[in-house]
């Protein structure tokens, strides 16, 4: 574990450092777009403060992320060039650039979808769902989108046109995040509980169940390789979800080493339920089964090498939760999911045991602990005495109860 340690920690410097240098940021042409998104007009050159071009029409066109740029979504800022009239409403709109997760995002980018934005007051609250659709399994990035526009847009019309509307703001009380909160919570208190007592051990199958429900179905947020990719590249979210799933899985990761792929991951939920019905088992050999989890941190290490030099996160998305509760993939993705899961009917948790890069990354740190010797039942199918980096603390083998 320690030369593998070695080599991903390597692995990450070298490609971030000659990422830096082979991918330089590029510069946007927003000129090109200015005709798109408000034809027949003419515009002076961008000045002011914040910058904007202005039009003897009224119209005044501007990139978001000049005036915004702290709103981010999953993977950092989605930069927008918009254009309102002085009465405040929006009249044109064009995604810039953005580094969202292609599953999540593909109906975002589409024209219909954007157009739904033409022609609403800048005043109005731009709340999902309620007077802005919705986009099914891509909240934080819809949210990050009509927030940034909603903001963007409002600061510009007070510098631009003297509007007042410092008084107008979303209403609604956001409860996803406490919806979480609450999930981690349960399964972290449980954890330490059922390392006393046996009999709380079916308080894990609820809380696998509600991960499901909520954290893969309802959130559609499981923990991704992908934000510790964003973290890397210095692409947080400004999603208080996203910050409490990224904050909660490192903590868990101190305290209870792969306590997040144990209790609370919905696909790896999905995986021991299905490893769990009565169909005979393959019976792996121990050097095989070794050689074949060393899969998962040599895949790991391809897809870091990858990311870090195009910066580019969403290559290296394989992920098959992605895939799963984003609803969104090709026939390539949706036949790895389809074979994942029904090959836990012959090897408990396969995706985990061999190919999962959440499982390489909360392997390698994971930090040794002792009471954990496995046992036949075990869901990760592992060997006596197991390196605790293969170990998901579902506590059934754990010798320090009373």
């Known amino acids: 574990m320690r030369r593998i340690r070695i080599l991903l920690f390597s692995t990450v410097i070298i490609a971030l450092s000659l990422g830096y240098f082979l991918q330089p940021g590029k510069k946007i042409d927003e000129k090109k777009y200015l005709g798109e998104i408000a034809p027949d007009i003419n515009f002076s050159e961008k000045k002011g403060s914040p910058a904007h071009y202005l039009s003897d029409s009224g119209v005044v066109a501007f990139n978001t992320y000049d005036v915004t740029p702290s709103i981010t979504g999953y993977a950092g800022p989605i930069k927008l060039l918009l254009s309102i009239s002085d009465k405040g409403v929006i009249t044109g709109i064009k995604i ?25 007051s800048i005043k109005d609250k731009f709340e999902i769902d309620r007077d802005v659709d919705g986009i099914s399994r891509a909240t934080v990035s819809v949210e990050a989108l009509a927030k940034t526009i909603r903001e963007s847009s409002r600061i510009t019309a007070s510098n631009v046109y003297g509007m007042d509307v410092s008084s107008e703001g979303a209403g609604r009380f956001e409860v996803k995040w406490i919806s979480y909160l609450l999930i981690f919570s349960f399964s972290l208190v449980f954890y330490f509980l059922t390392r006393r007592s046996k009999r709380l051990l ?28 964003n973290l890397i590249l210095l692409r947080p979210s400004s999603s208080i979800l996203w910050l409490v799933i990224i904050c909660t899985t490192f903590i868990s990761l101190i305290v209870a080493g792969r306590l997040y792929c144990g209790w609370l991951c919905p696909f790896g939920a999905i995986s021991e339920f299905i490893g769990r019905l009565p169909v005979r088992k393959w019976s792996v050999p121990v050097e095989t089964d070794d050689r074949w989890r060393n899969l998962k941190y040599i895949l790991l290490a391809v897809i870091i090498a990858i990311v870090l030099l195009s910066r580019r996160p969403d290559y290296g998305n394989y992920e098959t939760y992605v895939t799963l509760f984003s609803f969104h993939g090709n026939y390539l993705t949706w036949l790895l999911v389809a074979i994942t899961l029904i090959a836990n009917l012959k090897i408990e948790r396969f995706w985990c045991r061999y190919l999962c890069p959440v499982a390489a990354f909360t392997g390698i740190l994971s930090r040794k602990a002792k009471g954990y010797p496995s046992r036949h039942d075990c869901p990760m199918g592992n060997k006596p005495m197991p ?9 059934r083998c754990y010798k320090g109860r009373g």
């Open 96 to 120: 810039l650039e953005h580094k969202e997760t292609k599953n999540y995002v593909h109906y975002m980018e589409r024209p219909e979808y954007l157009g739904r934005f033409l022609g609403k």
């Open 202 to 229: 079916r308080a894990r199958d609820w809380g696998l169940a509600a991960g499901i429900l909520i954290t893969g179905i309802y959130l559609s947020s499981p923990f991704s390789i992908l934000h510790v990719f």
């Open 387 to 395: 390196m605790i980096s293969e170990c998901i603390r579902c506590n």
